[in-house]
């Protein structure tokens, strides 16, 4: 048997180490597929496998992406999401994929998902995308581009992004991200719509405003749960 030295051993534990560090999505499958089950009662890191023998087609399969879905909203955009609560085969897979329907000038607003990169596509419309980096290297830098039909941007994972249809037309884009479950935080509700809410007194010092203006905007945001 080969003797080990100890840098050898620390070579080993320190490459092993990094590479489970350079993981940026979901935790990768250690079965062919995991077809998701709800039970109610019970929580795991993503959601339990129902019996393989049991699965079929229809549990990788949605209909229907190709129809456009109401942006009748004060933003003007509508965004479907296929995450493994639309599509259980997606369990333990890292995928979803998303379709955002844009009216004229409609928006999506500055967003983050905290467990995916999202790779989107302009179909139609004309887009104005962006992502800021987060507070080191480089510091808060804003990344823009006016996306056409077959343009093509990525929203590093966790990052702050927005999508913004530009044009006198609807605009459709569709997206993959790289999580089964990408997470949602959309940045003016989660500070100012909270339930309940933040004091006034933390984000009057956090955003440098006037208290009025902090409650005024605690109002616009706020939604009953
Ligand atoms: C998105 O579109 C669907 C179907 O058209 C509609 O039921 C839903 O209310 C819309 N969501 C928003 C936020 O407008
Ligand atoms: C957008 O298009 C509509 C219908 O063609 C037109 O009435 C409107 O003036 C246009 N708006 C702008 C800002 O160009």
């Known amino acids: 048997m080969m003797k080990m030295g100890v840098h050898t051993l620390a070579t080993i534990a320190i490459l092993a180490l990094a590479s489970s560090l350079t993981y940026a999505s979901d935790p990768s499958p250690l079965q062919d597929f995991c077809v998701a089950t709800n039970d109610p009662a019970l929580f795991v890191n993503g959601m339990f496998c129902s019996d393989p023998m049991l699965a079929t087609a229809d549990d990788f399969f949605f209909h229907g992406l190709n129809i456009p879905r109401s942006t009748a909203n004060s933003l003007g955009s509508n965004v479907t999401l296929l995450d493994v609560t639309k599509i259980a085969g997606l369990n333990t897979l890292g995928v979803s994929l998303a379709r955002i329907d844009f009216a004229p000038y409609g928006l999506n607003p500055p967003h983050t998902h905290p467990r995916a990169t999202e790779i989107l596509v302009v179909v139609e419309g004309i887009i104005y995308v962006g ?29 702050i992004h927005f999508q913004f249809n530009v044009a006198n037309t609807t605009g459709v884009t569709f997206s993959g991200l790289g999580s089964q479950n990408p997470g949602l935080i959309v940045i003016a509700n989660n500070v100012f719509g909270s339930t309940p809410p933040i004091s006034p007194d933390v984000l009057t010092k956090a955003f440098k405003l006037d208290k009025n203006v902090i409650e005024f905007l605690q109002k616009e945001f706020y939604t009953a749960t």
Do not use: A, E, I, M
Request: charged share 10%.
């Open 131 to 159: 992502f800021v980096s987060s507070n080191s290297n480089p510091t808060n830098r804003l990344f823009t581009k006016l996306l056409y039909p077959g343009d093509v941007f990525v929203f590093p994972q966790g990052l």
